[in-house]
Antibody
Framework: QFRLQESGPGLVKSSETLSLTCAVS????????WGWVRQAPGKGLEWIGY???????NYNPSLKSRVTILRDTSKNQFSLTVSSVTAADTALYYC???????????????WGQGTLVTVSS | QSVLTQPPSVSAAAGQKVTISCAGS????????VSWYQQLPGTAPKLLMY???KRPSGIPDRFSGSKSGTSATLDITGLQTGDEADYYC???????????FGGGTKVTVL
C-alpha cells in the first residue's frame, strides 16, 4: 500500500516560486502516474497536473505556464514547482497517485495528507 | 464556477438514501469515465468510485455510482453519521485534455 507525504515551505512570498516534494513509500514510483491537486481554503478541489510512468507531463491549462512536475526515481519522490505565485495560490496542496485505464480514464487512488502553503505579500 | 455541476448540499435522515448528481457535457462526462471522492472534515480526499461504478477495496456497497449521458450519480444508502463529508466527482475533459473536479456536495445526516 502506497504512502505519500508532502513536504516544503508553508510560507512563500508573492512573486516567488513554490516548491513541494512528495515522498512515496510502499512501492516504486516508476510504474505509475503521479499528480498534484490543490484546495484553496473553504473551496473545492483543483487538478494541477500529473507526471506519467514514462516521465511525460500534463498540466491544467490555467496553470500550465507556471507549473512544473518532475520525478526522481532514485529517491522515489516527485515534485511540484509553481512560479510567480500570488495570493490566489494559497491552498492545501495534495500529492496523489493516479490510477489509469486509458488516457481518458484516470482517477486519484492514494493521497497524501496535504500541506498548506500560504502566499504572503 | 466548475465545469462539472454538483448540488452544494444534500441531506437525509440516518438510514435513508441520498443521491448526489454531477452534470457535465459531451467533452467530459459524456465521453469519459467518472470517479467520486469523499472528503471527511479536516482530512484528505479518499477515492470512493472509479470507472463510473467500480468500488476500490474497502469501500462498502452502500456507495454506488452510475452514469447516463452527460451526468453521473453517486448514491449513498443506509446513511450514517460517519458519511457526513464533502463529495466530489471527477473526470477527464477531452477538450481541455485534463482532469476536472466538480464543485463538491456537502452531505448532512439529519
Amino acid at each position: 500500500q502506497f504512502r505519500l507525504q508532502e513536504s516544503g515551505p508553508g510560507l512563500v512570498k508573492s512573486s516567488e516560486t513554490l516548491s513541494l516534494t512528495c515522498a512515496v513509500s510502499g512501492g516504486s514510483i516508476s510504474n505509475y502516474y503521479w499528480g498534484w491537486v490543490r484546495q484553496a481554503p473553504g473551496k473545492g478541489l483543483e487538478w494541477i497536473g500529473y507526471i506519467s510512468n514514462s516521465g511525460s507531463t500534463n498540466y491544467n491549462p490555467s496553470l500550465k505556464s507556471r507549473v512544473t512536475i518532475l520525478r526522481d526515481t532514485s529517491k522515489n519522490q516527485f515534485s511540484l514547482t509553481v512560479s510567480s505565485v500570488t495570493a490566489a495560490d494559497t491552498a492545501l496542496y495534495y500529492c496523489a497517485r493516479v490510477g489509469v485505464l486509458k488516457i481518458s480514464n484516470k482517477w486519484f487512488d492514494a493521497w497524501g495528507q496535504g500541506t498548506l502553503v500560504t502566499v504572503s505579500s | 464556477q466548475s465545469v462539472l455541476t454538483q448540488p452544494p448540499s444534500v441531506s437525509a435522515a440516518a438510514g435513508q438514501k441520498v443521491t448526489i448528481s454531477c452534470a457535465g457535457s459531451t467533452s467530459n462526462i459524456g465521453d469519459n469515465s467518472v470517479s467520486w471522492y469523499q472528503q471527511l472534515p479536516g482530512t484528505a480526499p479518499k477515492l470512493l468510485m472509479y470507472d463510473n461504478f467500480k468500488r476500490p477495496s474497502g469501500i462498502p456497497d452502500r456507495f454506488s455510482g452510475s452514469k447516463s449521458g452527460t451526468s453521473a450519480t453517486l448514491d449513498i444508502t443506509g446513511l450514517q453519521t460517519g458519511d457526513e463529508a464533502d463529495y466530489y466527482c471527477g473526470t477527464w475533459d477531452s477538450s481541455l485534455r485534463g482532469m476536472l473536479f466538480g464543485g463538491g456536495t456537502k452531505v448532512t445526516v439529519l
